[in-house]
């Protein structure tokens, strides 16, 4: 469960929004004061899977269609807080070592790739779909998203959710001439 660290250009808004989230007053404008002379660190982190984080069913919330809302359960692996903070400590150290003034540890941004929950596998035992993302269980549906996967590995992973795709349309273009689908 390792991470990276990524420069990025800060816009204006985003600062304002993430900085410090709830942020008031003097002491958060102060900041956004010297916005020209920012430079944004993105710490991008691979989580630990964990067979407690999960998505289930709550029959008790309803959705706009009158079906079980899901709550999403997710716990951080000892792992995980540890590599944040190892994060932090050194994107500071960075910082330091080219004459920073001021560093502002955020918050994590609140958002995930989420992952996982139709895992890829060989057998039906230990997951959802096979490598071609059919569904051990159900025949003829296919998955074709980020949930085959078991973790990030710290990288966006839209491009091999998209080669995944591609690798799969063409197996079901295939399958469907021979008949077998």
């Keep these: 469960g390792g991470y990276e660290l990524e420069t990025l250009a800060l816009g204006l808004p985003f600062m304002a929004a993430f900085l410090d989230p709830g942020g008031w007053g003097r002491e958060f404008t102060t900041a956004l004061d010297s916005y020209e002379n920012m ?81 890829m596998s060989e057998k039906a035992r230990d997951g959802v779909v096979n490598r071609w993302g059919q569904t051990h269980d159900v025949a003829n549906l296919f998955v074709s998203d980020g949930s085959q996967f078991t973790t990030g590995a710290a990288e966006n992973p839209t491009l091999t959710i998209v080669a995944l795709a591609i690798r799969q349309a063409d197996r079901i273009a295939s399958e469907l001439s021979k008949g077998n689908l």
């Design 39 to 119: 430079a944004g660190l993105w710490i991008v982190g691979e989580d630990m899977p964990q067979e407690t984080n999960r998505i289930t069913l709550n029959h008790d919330a309803k959705d706009q269609y009158g079906l079980a809302a899901p709550n999403v359960h997710f716990d951080d692996h000892p792992n995980d807080i540890a590599m944040r903070k190892h994060a932090y400590e050194r994107g500071m150290a960075l910082y330091d070592a080219v004459g920073a003034t001021r560093t502002f540890p955020t918050p994590p941004y609140p958002s995930t790739h989420n992952l996982g929950t139709n895992r």
